[in-house]
C-alpha cells in the first residue's frame, strides 16, 4: 500500500496507513516493527521531498533501535539519514551519518548494506568535487559487490567512477567504467522489462481463465434454463391427458 500510494502522492492515505501500524507494534511488543515503521516513514516523506519530517520519523526510528541495540538497524536508518541530508546539498552532515552507518555496519555481517553506505558517500565525494575521494569508495563497493550475489549499485558505482576520472584526466578509466555502466543499466533494463512481460502474460492468462469460466457459466446457465423449458413442454402434454 506504501508503494502504490508514494506513486499517486497520497500522503494523507499512506501515513494512515503507517499511523494504524505503530500501535499494533507496540501491542503485539516488537520494537523492530515498530522501528522499520518510522524508518519507512521517514523514506515516504522523503520522496516527496519533506526533509524535516523525514529526518523527524528517522530520529525516531533510531531511539527505537538503540534501545534494543540493533546495529543492522542503526546502520539502515544512518544511512537514510546520510542520504536526506545529502539530497538537501549538506554534503557534511551527510557523511557524518553515512560514516555512522559505516561504523555500525563493521559490527554485522552485511556486505550489501556496506555497498550502499559506499555508493552514498562515493556519490555525496563526487557533488563536492572530492574525485579522488569519490573514486576510492566506489571502488570499495565494487570490490564488495564481487563477493555477494547482486546486480544492484553496479550501475551507480560505475557511473560515479566513469564521471570522476574524467574529472581528472584519466578517460580510458572513465571510458571503461562508462561502459560497464551502460552494460549495468541494460541489464536491469532487460530483467525489468522480462518482469513486466511476464506480469502481462500472467494477468493476460487469468482474465482468459475468468473469460472462460464465465463463458461456461453463461453456457451452464442457458443449457438448464432450456431443460427446464423443455420439461415443462414434456409435462404439458401429460397434463392434458390426465385431464382427458
Not at 71 to 85: F, Q
Not at 86 to 110: C, H, P, T
Not at 199 to 221: A, G, H, P, R, S
Given at each position: ?15 494512515r ?16 516493527a515498530?522501528g ?7 523514506v515516504?516523506?522523503?520522496?516527496d521531498?519533506?526533509?524535516?519530517e523525514?529526518l ?18 542503526l ?7 546520510g542520504?536526506?541530508?545529502?539530497l ?6 551527510g557523511?557524518?551519518f ?6 555500525y ?7 550489501e ?9 562515493a ?8 574525485y ?9 563497493g565494487?570490490?564488495l ?5 547482486t ?9 560515479i ?5 574524467e ?7 572513465s571510458?571503461d ?9 541494460e541489464k ?28 461456461l457459466?453463461f453456457?451452464?446457465?442457458?443449457n ?15 397434463r ?5
Amino acid at each position: 500500500l506504501h508503494r502504490v500510494d508514494r506513486r499517486q502522492r497520497q500522503m494523507c492515505i499512506r501515513d494512515r496507513y503507517y499511523e494504524a501500524g505503530l500501535p499494533q507494534a507496540d501491542s503485539i511488543g516488537s520494537p523492530v516493527a515498530k522501528g522499520l515503521l518510522l524508518n519507512n516513514m521517514g523514506v515516504a516523506y522523503r520522496s516527496d521531498e519533506k526533509y524535516e519530517e523525514a529526518l523527524e520519523y528517522f530520529k525516531k526510528a533510531e531511539e527505537v533501535f538503540l534501545e534494543i541495540e540493533r546495529n543492522g538497524r542503526l546502520a539502515l536508518v544512518n544511512t537514510n539519514i546520510g542520504e536526506n541530508y545529502v539530497l538537501q546539498n549538506d554534503f557534511e552532515q551527510g557523511l557524518k551519518f553515512y560514516k555512522k552507518a559505516l561504523d555500525y555496519n563493521s559490527k554485522v555481517d552485511d556486505k550489501e548494506q556496506r555497498v550502499e553506505i559506499y555508493t552514498g558517500i562515493a556519490s555525496a565525494m563526487l557533488a563536492m568535487e572530492n574525485y579522488q575521494q569519490a573514486i576510492f569508495n566506489a571502488e570499495k563497493g565494487v570490490d564488495l559487490l564481487q563477493d555477494i550475489e547482486t546486480d544492484l549499485h553496479y550501475e551507480s558505482l560505475y557511473e560515479i567512477l566513469a564521471k570522476s576520472y574524467e574529472k581528472i584526466g584519466i578517460y580510458k578509466k572513465s571510458l571503461d567504467a562508462f561502459q560497464k555502466h551502460l552494460a549495468a543499466k541494460e541489464k536491469i533494463n532487460r530483467e525489468e522489462t522480462s518482469r513486466k512481460i511476464e506480469k502481462l502474460n500472467y494477468l493476460y492468462e487469468q482474465q482468459k481463465t475468468e473469460t472462460e469460466i464465465q463463458k461456461l457459466n453463461f453456457d451452464n446457465e442457458k443449457n438448464a434454463r432450456q431443460l427446464d423449458l423443455s420439461l415443462i413442454h414434456i409435462s404439458e402434454p401429460t397434463r392434458q391427458a390426465e385431464i382427458s
